[in-house]
């Protein structure tokens, strides 16, 4: 097409000008796509570690510490409810101390592990030992190093609940859950060894997971009308204070990435109403030999065009160059990168597609200024 | 009427500003197709702001200017624009080419504008007119890359491209020396005779001017002289 031609060739007229904006377009949008792509890893990392390895949603008793009945039909029920359900695990715990001087509070829960391995992930965060087969247990590597226990030791504990004499258990396996608080007072064992243990065989809880995490507020509130009598709680109403801090960075990853396309603008909008005062000429010549104004204007916008697109292109390597670069060089001890960053396509495309829109706004003042310009002026002065 | 390339009828010129300026005081003029005529007068009597408002490039404060029999104040800037494109060739003091482009494609560019693309037919005349103005060796030159005198003939050529009824050269020697002036006006007669292209040329020339069919003369904003030299 004759115009866009027209404006190729006054880009490529002054070379060192084109590719300057071209670079800063490009430089605009690679920090889009860099900033975007690293707070998007942040957050995921944030979530999958606060959410990751616990439960999205649990039911248990409606009174304060009561038992719910090991009912598989209600099993299989809650996990018929939805297609967003990924498991339903059954648990039993319930508080003990370590029989020692300091009397160490810990929480000895009891799994069925086919399904609590979907949850916590056992079975990969064993550091050492074996999966509990039949009454033995697994702790936290932290409760492991306060009592100094190893792999085939024995572990006194007093169970409150069935009286004051301690039990003998013995540790298989040490776990590391990646959370302190976890790895300093669980003790895991199967879900028949804690009900012999508690000498009951009712579960304190259902621990569901679901795929989308942030669906969770909607299907509990769904699981309490159909069914009624249970206590059902979900993860975020317990946390409102990392839900508001992610939304804070959402919010001002946004204003960043707003802020580098006004500057892009301005750049745009600056370098080619500069390209309408040199064009000037040109663009008299142009018209007297019988360029509309509107197509005169047109010439700009595909200017504008042309920029954005180079540009988005340019900045689209270079973000993923840096993404890339960050995620390679950017590692901890153990050669893991220190955040995991998130190369996300959509976001990519988007921040191409803005780019290439603000710089077809960016140049609409300099298209209308082209449109008004008067041949006459022109010819006039030479 | 129909045979008029031209038609003027009491063309005001006054420039604004503080002190209003009047530069044209109502021009009678009529100029028949297929006519050669030379527009002389000394400088600032208002000969290019006369040639500037025929080719519809600037508008007259009042009067009116039909190009073959089409009155172009009833015309809007697009519609002035295609009458320009399609019916009247520029031909400035200056070449004012477009220095992004080369030889070739500057002459083409009129009928780019008018066509969107290049026809076959059309680089066929292109090619024809470049032999005609004696540009073979560097039609694929940038515009910036020729001899001045060169870059005049390129605008003659890109005058052309189109066909045009009317061709409007103001001074189109003026930056030539007397040889190449002399080459570049057997040239628009030829032109003239061949494609019975309608001339208003301005000039400073004596010999020029007396080259032309009709003179004639702008003095203080008026037509001082109006003259056939045969
Ligand atoms: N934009 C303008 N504002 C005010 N006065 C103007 C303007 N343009 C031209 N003039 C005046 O109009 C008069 C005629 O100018 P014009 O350019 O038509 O003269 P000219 O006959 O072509 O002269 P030259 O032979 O030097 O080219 C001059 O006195 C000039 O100063
Ligand atoms: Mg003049």
Same mark, same amino acid.
């Given at each position: ?137 697994? #702790? ?6 306060? $009592? %100094?226990? +190893?792999?085939?030791?024995? !572990? =006194? *504990? ?99 990435? #707003? ?6 603008? $301005? %750049?745009? +909008?600056?370098?080619?109403? !500069? =390209? *309408? ?106 | ?230």
């Amino acid at each position: 097409m004759f115009l866009l031609r027209l404006a190729a060739r006054f880009l490529f007229s002054s070379k060192l000008q084109t590719a300057l904006i071209m670079i800063g377009i490009g430089v605009g949008v690679s920090v889009q796509i860099f900033i975007g792509s690293l707070i998007e890893g942040l957050q995921e990392d944030l979530i999958d570690s606060t959410v990751g390895s616990r439960a999205h949603i649990t039911i248990s008793s409606e009174e304060r510490g009561g038992l719910l009945e090991d009912d598989p039909s209600f099993k299989g029920d809650v996990e018929a409810f939805d297609d967003e359900i990924k498991v339903v695990s059954p648990v039993l715990e319930g508080p003990g101390n370590i029989d020692n001087d300091e009397s160490d509070p810990v929480i000895v829960r009891g799994f069925d592990f086919d399904e609590a391995n979907v949850i916590y992930d056992f079975e990969d965060r064993l550091v050492e030992g074996a999966m509990p087969d039949n009454d033995g247990f697994i #702790i936290g590597n932290a409760l492991a190093d306060m $009592l %100094g226990v +190893a792999v085939g030791d024995s !572990i =006194s *504990v007093v169970i409150p609940q069935v009286g004051f004499t301690p039990i003998d258990v013995d540790v298989v396996g040490i776990f590391d859950l990646g959370n302190r608080t976890l790895n300093e007072s669980w003790m895991v064992t199967s879900l028949s060894t804690a009900q012999a243990l508690f000498e009951n065989d009712g579960l304190s809880a259902y621990e569901i997971q679901v795929i989308d995490v942030f669906a969770s507020v909607e299907l509990r509130d769904a699981m309490r009308e159909q069914f009624p009598g249970y206590r059902i709680d979900e993860w975020q109403s317990e946390n409102e204070d990392l839900l508001a801090g992610l939304e804070g960075q959402s919010i001002s990853s946004l204003m960043i990435q #707003i802020f580098v396309m006004i500057s892009v603008v $301005l %750049g745009i +909008a600056s370098v080619l109403a !500069i =390209s *309408v005062l040199q064009k000037s000429r040109q663009l008299g010549i142009l018209k007297a030999m019988g360029i509309t104004d509107r197509k005169a204007s047109l010439i700009f916008l595909f200017q504008g065009m042309i920029l954005g697109i180079f540009g988005a292109v340019i900045g689209i390597s270079l973000g993923i160059t840096l993404v890339y670069a960050f995620s390679t060089f950017a590692v901890d001890a153990s050669g893991d990168p220190v955040v995991r960053v998130l190369i996300n396509p959509a976001f990519i495309a988007i921040s191409a597609a803005v780019a290439i829109l603000a710089s077809l706004v960016a140049s609409i003042i300099p298209a209308r200024r082209s449109a008004r310009l008067n041949v006459i002026e022109v010819i006039r002065n030479g | 009427m129909a045979d008029y390339a031209l038609e003027l009828k009491g063309i005001e010129k006054t420039y604004g500003g503080a002190v209003p300026t009047k530069v044209l005081h109502g021009i009678d003029l009529v100029i028949p197709r297929h006519s050669f005529n030379a527009i002389i007068g000394q400088s600032g009597s208002g000969k290019s702001t006369l040639l500037n408002i025929i080719g519809t490039l600037d508008v007259p404060t009042s009067g009116e200017v039909s190009i073959l029999s089409r009155p172009t104040h009833e015309m809007d800037k697009s519609a002035l624009a295609k009458l320009r494109n399609e019916t009247i060739g520029f031909i400035f003091q200056h070449h004012y080419l477009l220095p992004e482009f080369t030889v070739l494609e500057n002459i083409l560019m009129p009928h780019r504008i008018k066509a969107g693309k290049v026809s076959g037919s059309a680089l066929k005349y292109a090619n024809e007119l470049i032999g005609f103005v004696g540009l073979e060796h560097v039609k694929n030159n940038l515009a910036t890359d020729i001899s001045g005198g060169q870059q005049q003939r390129t605008a003659i050529a890109r005058a052309l491209i189109n066909r045009p009824e009317i061709i409007l050269a103001d001074e189109p020697t003026g930056s030539l020396d007397s040889a190449t002036t002399d080459k570049v006006y057997a040239l628009l007669k030829k032109i003239n005779e061949q494609y019975k292209t309608t001339f208003i040329v301005i000039t400073h020339d004596q010999n020029v001017a007396e080259k032309a069919e009709r003179i004639i003369e702008l003095k203080d904003g008026r037509i001082h002289l109006d003259f056939y030299t045969k």
